[in-house]
């Protein structure tokens, strides 16, 4: 059961216009959400988060929105880059204690083109 | 700062071969965990450690152990590979005022 759904394994935009990706939960004790990034060959590295208590956080030309209503959020990048391209996934977790796990989707791969 | 070390970064294994993946973090972190990454799939839990000393099963243990050795140090063992293993593992460290991991550059494992 994919209690993290990541529904557009790909995305094509265009240099300096928005990205736009879409993840869906299924789990409503999960109160923390974050977006990771992920280059070939390398780990996923931490790209922006947000609380449950919040439906919008921003840092640069990164925006995630929550909606905790319909268990959907999103990332905003704009504009895009080139070097924008690479894998994302959108992570949840029950903050409870120190032992949090987080529960991944299945990545949505975005190539921003020239 | 080397942040999450993991060893060997490529592996070949025959089927029925046991081998450890070592992960050690130098941040001081409490929390570890191994995940696996296939396509289709994202990433996957397979153990944890809350802390030293600690361990807990994620969402896919099984034909894993994992051993917490100190606070810096969790590795990820195969008793026994079956191709059904073939994947990218990831160890991943947490310090405890957050809820992001911190991971490591990944270890391709191929059983055959």
Redesign the interface.
């Known amino acids: 059961d994919q209690q993290v759904k990541q529904n557009s394994p790909s995305l094509s935009v265009q240099e300096g216009r928005i990205s736009i990706l879409n993840c869906d939960y299924t789990n409503s004790m999960f109160d923390y959400f974050l977006w990771y990034k992920k280059y070939p060959a390398e780990g996923p590295t931490f790209l922006i988060s947000i609380s449950s208590i919040k439906d919008k956080n921003e840092d640069g030309r990164f925006t995630v929105f929550l909606n905790k209503s319909a268990k959907h959020l999103s990332l905003h990048i704009v504009p895009s880059q080139p070097g924008d391209s690479a894998v994302y996934f959108c992570a949840a977790s029950a903050m409870a204690g120190t032992a949090s796990k987080l529960t991944f989707g299945t990545g949505t791969r975005l190539q921003v083109t020239l | 700062n080397a942040g999450?070390t993991q060893t060997p970064k490529f592996q070949v294994l025959k089927t029925g071969q046991s081998m450890t993946l070592q992960c050690a973090q130098d941040m001081n972190h409490?929390?570890m965990?191994w995940?696996r990454q296939d396509p289709?799939?994202?990433?996957?839990?397979i153990y944890?450690s809350?802390?030293e000393g600690t361990t807990?099963k994620?969402e896919v243990p099984n034909g894993y152990n994992v051993s917490r050795l100190n606070k810096r140090e969790f590795s990820l063992r195969l008793e026994s590979a079956a191709p059904s293993q073939t994947s990218v593992y990831?160890c991943?460290s947490r310090p405890?005022n957050t809820?992001?991991?911190?991971?490591?550059?990944?270890s391709r494992l191929t059983v055959l």
Request: glycine share 22%; proline share 0%; aromatic share 22%.
């Open positions: 999450v409490n929390s965990y995940y289709g799939m994202g990433l996957r839990l944890y809350a802390s807990d994620g990831f991943a405890a809820g992001e991991l911190f991971f490591g550059e990944g």
